[in-house]
């Protein structure tokens, strides 16, 4: 599905400016349940390159099992890799396949926030 939709994402990020494209990452659990992580494809498929390394997600239920209360009401599910680049006054764009409650993305920003981040911007494939 990543690859059908490329162009259209490569086109629509051009035009937002950003320091750091962060791809909402998944639990290392979960990617090796799934074997990739869905809203890294979305970019690399556009040919974009991203900063993977900035946020590590903390393992939990998985969100489509949870109803919009449980995600709402979920604990910090991110945190700031130590080793990553600074953030301070820079510009992220997170990147995800669904935008469902927003809570999933809210908590990524929040952090990045929390961690020096200037502005938090977002694009997501779909709303659900």
Same mark, same amino acid.
């Given at each position: 599905?990543?690859?059908?939709f490329?162009?259209q994402?490569?086109?629509?990020l051009?035009?937002i400016h950003y320091?750091?494209?962060?791809?909402?990452?998944?639990s290392?659990?979960?990617?090796?349940?799934?074997g990739?992580n869905?809203?890294? *494809?979305?970019a690399? *498929?556009?040919?974009l390159?991203?900063?993977?390394d900035?946020?590590?997600?903390i393992?939990s239920?998985k969100q489509?099992?949870?109803t919009?209360q449980e995600?709402?009401a979920q604990d910090q599910?991110?945190?700031?890799?130590?080793? *990553?680049t600074?953030?301070k006054?820079?510009t992220?764009?997170?990147?995800?396949?669904i935008y469902t409650?927003? *809570?999933?993305l809210?908590?990524?920003?929040?952090?990045?926030?929390n961690?020096?981040?200037?502005?938090?911007?977002?694009?997501t494939?779909a709303?659900?």
């Amino acid at each position: 599905m990543a690859k059908a939709f490329a162009p259209q994402i490569g086109s629509a990020l051009k035009s937002i400016h950003y320091d750091f494209l962060v791809p909402i990452p998944l639990s290392r659990e979960r990617l090796e349940e799934r074997g990739f992580n869905q809203s890294t *494809s979305l970019a690399t *498929s556009a040919k974009l390159t991203t900063s993977d390394d900035l946020l590590i997600r903390i393992h939990s239920e998985k969100q489509s099992k949870k109803t919009r209360q449980e995600r709402l009401a979920q604990d910090q599910i991110f945190q700031i890799n130590s080793s *990553s680049t600074s953030i301070k006054g820079k510009t992220i764009l997170l990147i995800d396949d669904i935008y469902t409650t927003g *809570s999933t993305l809210h908590q990524a920003a929040k952090t990045l926030k929390n961690a020096g981040a200037e502005s938090i911007k977002a694009f997501t494939l779909a709303r659900g």
